[in-house]
């Protein structure tokens, strides 16, 4: 029997862990791009697919592996 979330018979659950953590560049449209760390100064991104997809695969991979997937 389950109860609703937040009751108390709801089971309690361990927090999720990363496997691992990274960061990859995107895309941009070439929109002003307001950065509160610059003290709203505007930004202009250059335009384009900045995407590096060997190594989005690459990382792919790597996590499937550390995932027993």
């Known amino acids: 029997m389950s109860g609703t979330p937040g009751s108390s018979s709801e ?3 361990a927090p999720v862990q ?3 953590i990274a960061i990859f ?3 941009s449209t070439g929109e ?3 950065v509160p760390a610059l003290d ?3 930004v202009i991104l250059p335009v384009g697919d ?3 997809w060997d190594a989005i695969v690459s990382w792919d991979r790597e ?3 550390k995932m027993d997937v």
């Open 11 to 13: 089971k309690t659950r």
């Open 18 to 20: 990363p496997v691992a």
């Open 25 to 27: 560049s995107g895309s």
């Open 32 to 34: 002003t791009l307001m």
């Open 40 to 42: 709203h100064k505007k």
């Open 50 to 52: 900045f995407h590096k």
């Open 63 to 65: 996590m499937a592996g």
